[in-house]
C-alpha cells in the first residue's frame, strides 16, 4: 500500500504527476483528472516518448485484466534507470477478482515501483461523457479522494 502524507502537514512538499497509459483504454485521463480536477497543471497525462519534466513523479495507469498487467510489467521492466520509479495504479475493470495471472503479474512488479494503488470498479464511470463529470457521483468522488490520498496529494 502505498504511504501517504498527511494532510495537516504543511511542512510537505507539493506532489506532481506524470500519468502514463500501460496500454490504450487504461484509464489514464480518468486518473490524470481526479488528481488535477482544475486542471492546474499538478498532474499532466505523458505519452510514449514524451519526457516527464523535472520534479513530476511518473505514475503508470493499467487496468486489472491479465493484458492490462502484462503491459504493466512489460513497461515497467523497460523503465529506463535514469526515470524516478513510478507508481502504479490498477483500474479495474469488473466487480470481480482479479485473473490469478494479474495477481502473479502485480506481485512481480512491486518491487520496481514505489507503491500501488487500485481503483474498484465503478459503474458510475460508464455513465457519465467525461471523467470530470464523474466526479458528481459520490462513489467516484470517494474513490478520487482514496487515490488522492494514496498518492500522498492534499484532499
Known amino acids: 500500500m502505498l504511504k501517504s502524507t498527511r494532510v495537516h502537514d504543511l511542512t510537505a512538499p507539493a506532489r506532481f504527476f506524470g500519468v502514463l497509459g500501460a496500454h490504450g483504454g487504461a484509464g489514464t485521463t480518468t486518473v490524470t483528472r481526479w488528481l488535477d480536477p482544475d486542471g492546474s497543471g499538478g498532474t499532466m497525462e505523458l505519452h510514449r516518448g514524451s519526457h516527464l519534466p523535472p520534479h513530476f513523479i511518473p505514475l503508470v495507469v493499467a487496468r486489472s485484466t491479465a493484458y ?9 521492466g523497460g523503465w529506463h534507470s535514469g526515470v524516478p520509479r513510478p507508481h502504479l495504479v490498477i483500474v479495474r475493470d ?7 495471472a494479474a495477481v502473479y503479474r502485480m506481485r512481480a512488479i512491486r518491487p520496481r515501483v514505489l507503491g ?8 458510475g464511470l460508464r455513465e457519465v461523457d467525461s471523467p470530470t463529470e464523474a466526479l458528481d457521483h459520490r462513489a467516484v468522488r470517494k474513490a478520487a479522494r482514496k487515490l488522492r490520498r494514496q498518492l500522498g496529494l492534499p484532499e
Not at 68 to 76: C, D, P, Y
Not at 94 to 100: D, E
Not at 116 to 123: R, S
Open 68 to 76: 492490462g498487467m502484462q503491459e504493466a510489467v512489460r513497461l515497467i
Open 94 to 100: 469488473a466487480p470481480l477478482p482479479l485473473p490469478r
Open 116 to 123: 500501488i494503488a487500485q481503483v474498484p470498479y465503478l459503474v
